[in-house]
């Protein structure tokens, strides 16, 4: 059994043994910040979860949880004692290998994106890890927001722009646009604008504003402010579908309006956003094998979807010409 003496604390009480298992529910905790959340991942419940963690503390000497708005949070004790269950997780999975000698990965990777990025991104990288690593799951999580400054839950967030975080690690992803698209039957029947000043005639199909969470999408409005909103949603599917439907020019990732042959882009030379996705998880999340091969897989799907991402270059033919053709 792995020796867990080097790391208990130098105080009166230890003289109590610690246990391996109330490290790994503290592993469990300090990884996802709920007690639910690790109960159903341990196959427990609450309860023994509250009583494992008061075990181990009453072994270390003190508080190695502390209660946050966001859910629990582990303190410098709390940190050291999840370094030892860290090891003694490593020493188990290192007996678990396959046929081929390879260590198996297991467990539940939960990753929190925005829509377009969960559906073409995460969802493909998800069926990835799955083929590599069968016992591994994969959880996604639809939600366009700021990153958590607590992380409770979630092993991985993609958000959009850099985002400001403690106790976590930010890593660039990749860039990618949005361009101002509308339907085929709407430039036939409206006139084609062309020049940002004619965008004034047209309605704007994009985020809800008093919605909007995230500063850098909200800035992306700023480019078609004479716009009157059309329809509008948190949704960015709903956006796609919207402008399909002829409801007015919607600003739209590139990367999804490309998706749909009978979005033509407007304007190209005159508006077009670049932002940037970047991927957020704490230290101890990214030590988890099955965690640090999602974010390997999330990269190689970037890195193969990088010039879609940023969209097609201008094409020679405006969108005039486009249309009056069809």
């Avoid at 000698?101 to 929190?112: A, I, K």
């Avoid at 829509?115 to 799951?137: E, K, L, N, T």
């Avoid at 979630?154 to 930010?170: F, S, T």
């Amino acid at each position: 059994m792995t020796n867990l003496a080097p790391y208990r604390c130098k105080n009166a009480d230890m003289n109590l043994g610690l246990s391996p298992d109330d490290l790994l529910v503290l592993l469990a905790v300090g990884r996802t910040g709920r007690f639910n959340t690790a109960a159903d991942d341990l196959g427990l419940n609450h309860t023994t979860i509250s009583r494992r963690i008061a075990s181990l503390e009453k072994s270390l000497g003190g508080r190695v949880l502390v209660r946050s708005s966001g859910g629990w949070e582990l303190t410098d004790l709390g940190r050291q004692a999840l370094s030892a269950a860290e090891r003694i997780e490593a020493a188990v999975n290192e007996l678990a290998l396959d046929s081929t000698g390879q260590q198996q990965l297991d467990g539940v990777v939960r990753v929190s994106a925005t829509d377009g990025f969960s559906a073409y991104i995460a969802a493909p990288a998800g069926a990835a890890v799955r083929r590599r690593h069968p016992r591994v799951s994969v959880e996604i999580v639809v939600a366009t927001r700021k990153a958590s400054q607590i992380r409770s839950g979630l092993d991985i967030e993609v958000v959009v722009g850099k985002p400001q975080v403690h106790r976590a690690e930010a890593v660039h992803l990749a860039d990618y646009a949005l361009g101002l698209y509308a339907s085929r039957d709407y430039l036939r029947q409206n006139a084609v604008p062309e020049s940002a000043a004619d965008l004034a005639d047209h309605s704007l199909v994009y985020f809800i504003d008093s919605m909007l969470q995230v500063d850098e999408l909200d800035l992306a409005r700023k480019l078609t402010v004479s716009m009157r909103e059309a329809v509008t949603s948190t949704n960015v599917f709903v956006h796609i579908e919207a402008t399909r439907a002829g409801a007015g020019i919607g600003l739209l990732p590139c990367f999804m309006a490309e998706q749909h042959d009978d979005l033509i882009r407007v304007l190209p030379a005159h508006i077009e956003v670049r932002l940037s996705y970047w991927l957020v998880a704490r230290s101890e999340s990214l030590r988890r094998p099955e965690v640090a091969a999602v974010v390997t897989t999330l990269r190689e799907t970037v890195d193969r979807k990088r010039s879609q991402l940023l969209g097609s270059p201008p094409g020679e033919r405006s969108a005039q010409s486009r249309v009056e053709r069809c």
